[in-house]
């Protein structure tokens, strides 16, 4: 009864991300390259999205705070940034990053910096929905692999 509940959780939770249009059809992929060889083969690829982007942010922070500010340094990481999340399905930090670069490549600083700190915030809101996600995954494949 249990790993139904946990299942029904897992199910509404997926689906919440794809009507909330935190992710796309991206996703849904990764998870098709699953299977009995490899089984975490999507938190995995979440893991190294996680620990990269983390990174990439961090640098671009960091960029924006010299002066003069690099603008070609900020937008080659944020393109990487870009390429990383269209990847993984991160639709929201995607359309995040696709407006800032776009401020970003009009030369307005100010403009880029707000953008960063909204490209943080829609990160750090799907990093947080999508953890709790993954923790429910590894809960039902153990509950499963108890049985």
Known sequence: M???HVHQQIAAMRQSFFDEEVLDE???QLEQLEG???????EEVFTMYFRDSTAFLETIEQAMKTIPIDSIKV????????GSSASVGANKVLKEVNKTRQVLGKGNLEGTKAGIL??????DSFKAKLEPYFQKLKQANSVAQEK
């Open 26 to 28: 991206k996703f849904s």
């Open 75 to 82: 937008d080659n990481i944020l393109h990487q940034l870009k």
């Open 2 to 4: 249990e790993s139904k």
């Open 118 to 123: 909204e490209l943080r915030k829609e990160y």
């Open 36 to 42: 009995k060889d490899n089984p975490n083969f999507v």
